[in-house]
């Protein structure tokens, strides 16, 4: 059973800043694209940042030059870090391991609250 366990979440104001991990196997880590997704109320689940097993990263528009998406390959560990948080990143935030079009693992999912 594959797991990908999300932490971090929580109640900021606006303006302020977060980090949320994601933990998974090694033999996830070791294979598969990761990334965070994010989905609101009412809102279809969107990318948010992905990272391959190079490193190579990209992000959406919307959180580029404020969030920071990283992997310690040592620990199987993929970080999202989000600074200058707006209302607007209210949201679910979701951990994703994907292979291509072949494979894919979601986590549970955590809170990510933004007061204005």
């Known amino acids: 059973q594959v797991q990908l366990v999300e932490s971090g979440g929580g109640l900021v104001q606006a303006g302020g800043s977060l980090v949320l991990s994601c933990a998974t196997s090694r033999s996830i880590f070791n294979l598969y694209t990761m990334a965070w997704y994010r989905q609101a109320p009412g809102k279809q689940r969107e990318l948010v940042a992905r990272?391959?097993?190079?490193?190579?990263?990209n992000y959406a528009d919307s959180v580029k030059g404020r969030f920071t998406i990283s992997r310690d390959n040592a620990k199987n560990m993929m970080y999202l870090q989000m600074n200058s948080l707006k209302s607007e990143d209210t949201a679910v935030y979701y951990c994703n391991a994907a292979l291509g079009a072949v494979d894919s693992y979601w986590g549970q999912g955590t809170q990510v609250t933004v007061s204005s």
């Open positions: 990272i391959s097993r190079g490193g190579t990263t």
